[in-house]
């Protein structure tokens, strides 16, 4: 079955520790989308790309960084620099088309201890 | 700043009745509309969506659109407790299509 995988589903990070999500999708999308939910809030854009090998900041980008060396895989890293990491990750993809909504990943949650 | 509004709830309703969730959203050029279930701890999930005026029925869902006004609603007839969760409304806008979030409705169906 078609989908996004989301790994780890739960991640610890020690202060000052760079940290990276995995997100790979198997639905030949073109789009894939970083978003970060914290409790009560609604879901706010990391990064985002719309092809291979380019991606744009979203709302919130400061302390994060991706990649998207592949069509299937857009992984998230959480630097030292985020002074808040913990929260609900969420990656989503779109197949580059307007009037489709985005398909979810089950989540990542980190966890700063 | 673009912006999707939605009362936070929580909303209460008894099982059997219809529930009804609003949003509006700021940018006049959005075109495609949705509405995302979300259950606790777990990723939103795509229940409706709808991009002309008027309503679109889909089971117990009916999104209704009116772009005149920058409204959007979803009805939940015959609501039940499984219906418990929180209702993203996310609406396209910008050049690049992104979909902007509100922040959600908690419905909690009582039996």
């Known amino acids: 079955d078609g989908g996004i995988t989301q790994s780890p589903k739960y991640l610890f990070r020690k202060e000052g520790q760079n940290v990276t999500l995995s997100c790979e999708q198997n639905?030949?999308?073109?789009?894939m989308y970083w978003y970060r939910q914290d409790p009560g809030q609604g879901l706010r854009l990391i990064y985002y790309?719309?092809?291979?090998?380019?991606?744009q900041k979203g709302d919130i980008a400061e302390g994060y960084s991706v990649s998207r060396e592949k069509k299937e895989s857009f992984p998230l890293t959480v630097t030292s620099a985020q002074k808040n990491p913990t929260a609900f990750y969420l990656c989503?993809?779109?197949?580059?088309?307007?009037?489709?909504?985005?398909?979810f990943g089950s989540g990542t949650r980190l966890t700063v201890v | 700043q673009k912006e999707v509004e939605q009362n936070s709830g929580p909303l209460s309703v008894p099982e059997g009745a219809i529930a009804s969730l609003n949003c509006t959203y700021s940018?006049?050029?959005?075109?495609?509309f949705f509405w995302y279930r979300q259950y606790s701890g777990k990723s939103p999930e795509l229940i409706m969506s709808?991009?002309?005026?008027g309503d679109k029925e889909d089971g117990r869902f009916t999104a209704q659109l009116n772009k005149a006004s920058q409204y959007v609603s979803l009805l939940i007839r015959d609501s039940q407790p499984s219906d418990s969760a929180t209702y993203l409304c996310a609406v396209n806008s910008g050049s690049q299509g992104n979909l902007i979030f509100g922040k959600g409705t908690k419905l909690s169906v009582k039996p």
């Open positions: 940018d006049r050029g959005s075109q495609s």
């Open positions: 989503a993809s779109n197949p580059r088309a307007t009037h489709y909504g985005y398909t």
């Open positions: 639905l030949n999308h073109d789009a």
């Open positions: 790309s719309q092809i291979v090998n380019d991606f």
């Open positions: 709808i991009y002309s005026n």
